[in-house]
């Protein structure tokens, strides 16, 4: 009879974990901020750089960008289908794994910062793709697993882009950027078919 307890609280637990990241990520959601980054290639090269038409070869055009995309993306997300749930319905477990986004950023905008103080520009993109990598696979654990998968196939390609990126490929940032996009636009179809499921 104990096992049996057992094994009904962890199905309970599994089930509030899973209706929680429902809440959390919004498919419809995801699959406009993916076409959305899979646009960034376009308005980089179009500007020369952005609006401020610079190359990124400074620090203060890294935080600009930083800021800008940051600020963009922010302003959009207020106004795209996102169904948030209270955080006192939220399973502990789940407040403790969402709770590692912030420091994630933190994590990613300091080292962007960090390579274009040293000069080393090549290596912020490879670098960000890794911690984008690792950042999913801790939600991914709270999520289906097309979402891991997507998240290992970013450290994979990180890794190999840190290796392409001596070989000064034309425009190797800008298929990655892509990639990175149409991976999102693609978690957010699958986390979509779920979400309508339930």
């Known amino acids: 009879m104990d096992q049996q307890e057992a094994l009904n609280k962890i199905n ?4 509030i974990m899973e209706s929680s ?5 919004s498919g419809e959601r995801m699959m406009v901020m993916g076409a959305l980054i899979s646009l960034i290639p376009l308005l980089e090269i179009s500007t020369k750089g952005l609006t401020f038409g610079y190359e990124m070869n400074s620090v203060v055009v890294m935080i600009m960008h930083i800021v800008f995309y940051w600020g963009l993306f922010s302003l959009i997300g207020r106004f795209l289908p996102y169904k948030k749930k209270d955080s006192a319905d ?7 794994a969402f709770s590692l986004k912030f420091p994630f950023m ?15 520009f090549e290596l912020i993109h490879p670098v960000v793709f890794v911690l984008l990598g690792l950042m999913w ?5 709270f999520s289906i697993p097309a979402v891991t998968y997507i998240a290992y196939s970013y450290i994979g390609l990180g890794l190999i882009y840190i290796y392409l990126s001596q070989m000064q490929i034309p425009y190797l940032w800008a298929y990655m950027v892509v990639y990175n996009g ?9 986390l979509k078919k779920e979400q309508a499921l339930v």
């Open 182 to 190: 149409l991976s999102y636009f693609a978690m957010g179809l699958f």
């Open 12 to 15: 309970e637990i599994h089930s």
């Open 21 to 25: 990241n429902r809440a959390l990520f």
């Open 90 to 96: 939220l399973h502990p477990l789940i407040k403790k």
């Open 106 to 120: 933190v994590g990613i905008f300091g080292t962007m910062i960090a390579f274009a103080m040293v000069g080393k």
């Open 137 to 141: 696979c801790v939600f991914g654990r």
